[in-house]
């Protein structure tokens, strides 16, 4: 599969404006979950108009063949299912000239080190929104940092008739947090330190939920949807 590279060029564009003329950060993701990808990819878009996402990636050698590599930034997921260690993959990035942020589900200290040890500028846990995860990379770019009101991170579906954001147990939020990320249901309730038939009771009152609400999650891909909606995406 051929990895989401964009060619941004921006001729016949009107006279720049002060923001225009600032250099816009390009910017690299490399995540192997790809309904994950596609709605970070989507919000950065949408949210993040200082960062030129030019590079969309799954897998390792989708991100370092493409003709877009390397980019000023890359934001690496640590738990990539492929056998290239953390280590090699932030190293690489570094020796081509890219700086490395590392997001993570599981934020241990040992993860943490091995990321910054290896050259990362940062360690960000995916629970984050994903407004504090731009501002870190701000910082670590040195880019101004953004105060404008963020916008939806995409319209609601037809069909959705109230936009209210429904009130979620502590317990469903964190399973939800943690489905969406990528983790079945089973390691959902193993992470919870919580019975199976529990976790998938969580999830699905969280889909009860958003259906009251007029905002129906029934696969996957729409709760991963709704989560960036509501801020619990990274």
């Not at 006279?15 to 995540?31: K, N, Q, Y």
């Not at 960062?51 to 969309?56: A, E």
């Given at each position: 599969m051929p990895s989401n590279d964009v060619d941004r060029s921006s001729s016949g564009s009107p006279?720049?404006?002060?923001?225009?003329?600032?250099?816009?950060?390009?910017?690299?993701?490399?995540?192997d979950h790809e309904v994950l990808l596609d709605s970070l990819s989507s919000w950065i878009a949408q949210n993040a108009p200082d960062?030129?996402?030019?590079?969309?990636a799954s897998t390792w050698l989708q991100l370092v063949h493409s003709d877009n590599f390397p980019t000023d930034l890359v934001f690496l997921d640590f738990q990539l299912k492929e056998p290239v260690s953390i280590e090699a993959r932030v190293r690489t990035c570094r020796a081509a000239g890219a700086k490395v942020i590392v997001l993570s589900s599981l934020d241990s200290q040992e993860s943490r080190e091995r990321a910054l040890a290896a050259g990362a500028v940062a360690f960000l846990s995916k629970s984050l929104p994903m407004r504090e995860v731009m501002d870190a990379a701000r910082t670590v770019m040195g880019v101004a940092r953004d105060t404008s009101p963020q916008r939806d991170w995409r319209p609601l579906p037809g069909g959705a008739v109230n936009q209210s954001r429904p009130k979620l147990s502590a317990g469903e939020v964190e399973a939800l947090k943690l489905y969406v990320a990528g983790y079945s249901t089973a390691e959902v309730a193993e992470r919870l330190n919580v019975q199976y038939e529990t976790a998938k009771t969580y999830l699905r009152r969280v889909r009860e939920k958003y259906a009251k609400a007029g905002r129906p999650a029934s696969k996957k891909a729409d709760l991963i949807r709704r989560a960036a909606e509501d801020g619990y995406l990274l």
């Open positions: 006279a720049a404006t002060p923001e225009a003329s600032t250099p816009r950060v390009r910017l690299a993701i490399l995540d960062f030129d996402l030019v590079l969309s």
